[in-house]
């Protein structure tokens, strides 16, 4: 067992999940260990992988917030354009934040805005021959890292446990259609 207190140079370090979840029992013995496990998993490898992300992202210089962008412009397919409202849409971003954030990546050349030739009052956001590479270079990176990841796991777990994952993630859509993207009561 992990003691809050074990860490390098005296730096606190999360408790095992046992451990966690026998606290958890003391203190409101209602809890569902099992589920209560699966959660608080689930929640440590998110905020893991999200700092494994993170460190991949700043090798190829672009911020999670670029990524996002990139991403979604690549999933709409070529020529990877989109306006500003549908990519603030698609991220559950303010127009502000989205604009900015486009700015931002304008001037790293990541992206274009031009005004659409049909329409003069629409703009178009178009990822740039760099953004598509940072966009590249981050998947291979991803890829490893994802495979890494998943090393200890034979493939018909990996397919049991995407089917299991996938499941769950159905449900929080049905019942959180919202979530996705940025809740107005969270503002």
Same mark, same amino acid.
């Given at each position: 067992?992990?003691s ?10 999360? @408790? ?26 689930? %929640? ?6 999200? /700092?494994?992300?993170? #460190?991949h ?8 917030a ?5 991403k ?8 990877? #354009? ?28 990541? /992206? ?7 329409? #003069? /009052?629409?703009?178009? /956001?178009?990822?740039?021959?760099? %953004?598509?590479?940072k ?7 991803a ?6 990841? @998943?090393?200890?796991l034979?493939?018909?777990?990996r397919?049991? @446990?995407?089917?299991? @994952? ?13 979530? %996705? ?7």
């Open positions: 067992m992990t809050a207190s074990d860490g390098p140079a005296g730096t606190p370090q999360e @408790l095992d999940l046992d451990e966690q979840i026998a606290i958890y029992q003391r203190e409101y013995p209602e809890v569902d260990p099992q589920v209560e496990k699966i959660v608080t998993a689930l %929640g440590r490898l998110n905020r893991r992988m999200n /700092v494994g992300y993170s #460190r992202l700043s090798a190829v210089g672009i911020t999670s670029e990524w996002e962008v990139l979604a412009l690549v999933v709409v397919g070529r020529p990877y #354009r989109l306006g500003p409202g549908d990519l603030a849409k698609r991220l559950g971003l303010t127009p502000a934040a989205m604009t900015h954030r486009i700015d931002r990546m304008v001037s790293e050349g990541l /992206v274009t805005r031009e005004r659409d030739e049909r329409n #003069r /009052v629409r703009v178009i /956001v178009e990822l740039t021959d760099l %953004g598509r590479s966009w590249l270079e981050t998947m291979r990176m890829s490893a890292f994802e495979a890494d990841l @998943l090393q200890d034979a493939p018909d777990e397919n049991v @446990l995407g089917d299991l @994952l996938t499941r769950l993630l159905r449900r929080v859509e049905a019942d959180q259609p919202d979530a %996705g993207g940025r809740l107005k009561d969270l503002d």
